[in-house]
């Protein structure tokens, strides 16, 4: 905060207009900090609310309607016509009119089913191995199969287990091995676990690198990076998705290197949906599109900050132009019709340019070098202003959503993640990770069953 003091009236009598000017601005520099910042105006997390978080909003009558939503594929508990077992309750005792009915011929009048699991119990394999003399000298032996290791070893469902309950449950290692020994009576050791994890990833390195190339060839696809504690330092994570693969990484920056390293981006050539970190720009071959959850909570923000209404006319007209698409498309339209996207354009530019009016750039004085800082909300109005192509990218172009959520969703899982355990020892335990996670969230998506993923990936 900028240090200021009160000045006596003959110091503010003797003061020009400009001088007046400046220390009105440096009045609004400390008012500016005055408003907090929350989930509801910033990118911070809702975590960072704390107690003093509000109500949820409500909805709007039919914003969200019952039922399912359209494209997605519902799930229900189907009847299955070959139970495994099957139980028949027949009458006992007899009639009240002294009949016995047990023997009699009955008739099927109900049928219900019940899904149970089966009772987990260990099963211990033992294997002989033979050998055979030959006539000639040479002495043959049968092969034991991957994996079945001297004197005792886990199988490859255990060891799936234990990996999917850590990597893709994010259950601790001691409390994995608790967990096993109490529903099999067999505990692995931590190490042990630790071991397959890192076993696993790297069986699985081609199918991580599969989820890359993926990407890379992939229309669109949305990109995201937090941060993470590795070795007690600030490591980096990154994702790509789409919504046919996710790809983590982890690395030491935040910018262009890791971006570089992670080896997406430098050949991606599709539609690049991300926040305003400035190095995603740096990749000129592919198209940029911006989330736009991120600016309607600024323009929130610059709306509690200023009192103007250009903030709110813009939030408003975002949201407008989702509706609208999103209507058109149900009403089995390709694209806006022509008089409602230039309605859209032409508004849009109208209130930035009213935002501008009221917060103009700040010009250097004659003789002052280097940049004028800016007030926040004059940033904002200017990256409205300059990158107004992608950020409405999804009013022309109907394969880019409006919002980042796709990215910031792969995200998500990772910090609960770091919340159970607190960050990674080494860089071999994130690397791992990721290379786990990434063919977890890859299964999710395509519907099959990352536990036997893992199960295969150990040879079983």
Same mark, same amino acid.
């Given at each position: ?9 003959v110091?503010?009598?003797?003061m020009?207009?400009?001088?007046? %000017? ?7 520099? @400390? ?7 929350? +989930? ?8 960072? %609310? ?21 494209g ?13 077992? /099957? ?7 007899? #009639?009240?009119?002294?009949? #016995? ?46 994996? /079945?290791?001297?004197?005792? +070893? ?18 601790? =290692? ?11 009576? @067999? ?12 076993k696993? +990833?790297?069986?699985?390195?081609? @199918? ?8 890379v060839?992939?229309? !669109? ?10 070795g ?36 991606f $050539?599709? $539609?690049? /949906? ?50 609208? !698409?999103?209507?058109?498309r ?10 409602? =996207? +230039? ?7 109208? $209130? @930035? ?5 009221? #917060? ?66 080494a ?6 990770? #990721? !290379? =786990? ?5 890859? %299964?999710?998506?395509?519907? !099959? ?12």
């Amino acid at each position: 905060m900028l240090n200021l003091k009160r000045p006596p009236q003959v110091e503010l009598d003797g003061m020009s207009h400009a001088e007046k %000017d400046a220390l009105i601005l440096k009045l609004f520099d @400390v008012l500016e900090g005055k408003v907090e910042k929350t +989930s509801r105006n910033s990118n911070q997390p809702p975590s960072t %609310d704390g107690l003093k978080k509000g109500a949820a909003k409500p909805r709007e009558k039919g914003q969200k309607p019952v039922g399912g939503v359209p494209g997605h594929r519902g799930a229900t508990v189907a009847w299955t016509e070959l139970p495994d077992h /099957v139980v028949e309750l027949r009458p006992q005792g007899q #009639c009240g009119c002294g009949q #016995c009915l047990e023997g009699q011929e009955g008739k099927l009048k109900e049928r219900r089913q019940q899904i149970e699991m089966p009772k987990p119990q260990a099963e211990i394999t033992e294997y002989h191995q033979y050998s055979v003399d030959c006539a000639c000298g040479r002495v043959h032996c049968g092969e034991f199969p991957a994996g /079945v290791t001297p004197y005792i +070893s886990y199988g490859p469902r255990l060891k799936a287990y234990a990996v999917g309950l850590v990597e893709g449950h994010f259950v601790a =290692l001691e409390r994995t091995c608790e967990i096993i020994g109490d529903q099999y009576g @067999v505990t692995p050791s931590d190490s042990a676990v630790q071991t397959w994890i890192v076993k696993a +990833s790297q069986q699985l390195e081609s @199918v991580h690198e599969a989820n890359r190339q993926a990407i890379v060839g992939a229309e !669109v696809a949305h990109f995201d990076e937090s941060g993470m504690r590795v070795g007690g330092k600030l490591r980096w994570l990154h994702v790509a998705t789409t919504d046919q693969a996710v790809y983590y990484t982890v690395h030491p920056q935040r910018g262009r290197p890791a971006m570089e390293d992670a080896g997406i981006l430098p050949f991606f $050539q599709g $539609q690049a /949906v991300h926040d305003h970190w400035k190095s995603y720009f740096a990749f000129d071959q592919c198209s940029h599109a911006l989330c736009n959850a991120h600016y309607l909570r600024e323009l929130q923000y610059c709306a509690d900050l200023t009192g103007h209404l250009w903030p709110t006319a813009l939030n408003r007209l975002l949201v407008e132009g989702q509706q609208a !698409v999103e209507k058109a498309r149900l009403d089995g339209h390709t694209a806006l019709a022509p008089v409602v =996207l +230039s309605d859209l354009l032409a508004r849009y530019d109208q $209130q @930035v340019a009213i935002g501008l009016a009221a #917060c103009p750039i700040r010009t250097p004085k004659p003789g002052d070098k280097g940049r004028v800082k800016q007030s926040t909300p004059t940033n904002l109005l200017v990256r409205l202003r300059d990158h107004k192509d992608q950020l409405l990218r999804f009013l022309t172009d109907w394969r880019v959503p409006f919002d980042n959520n796709r990215a910031e969703r792969a995200v998500r899982p990772v910090k609960v993640k770091l919340k159970v355990i607190g960050g990674f020892r080494a860089m071999g335990g994130s690397q791992a990770f #990721c !290379v =786990l996670r990434s063919i977890w969230e890859t %299964d999710k998506l395509k519907g !099959v069953n990352p536990f036997e993923t893992l199960r295969l990936a150990f040879g079983g």
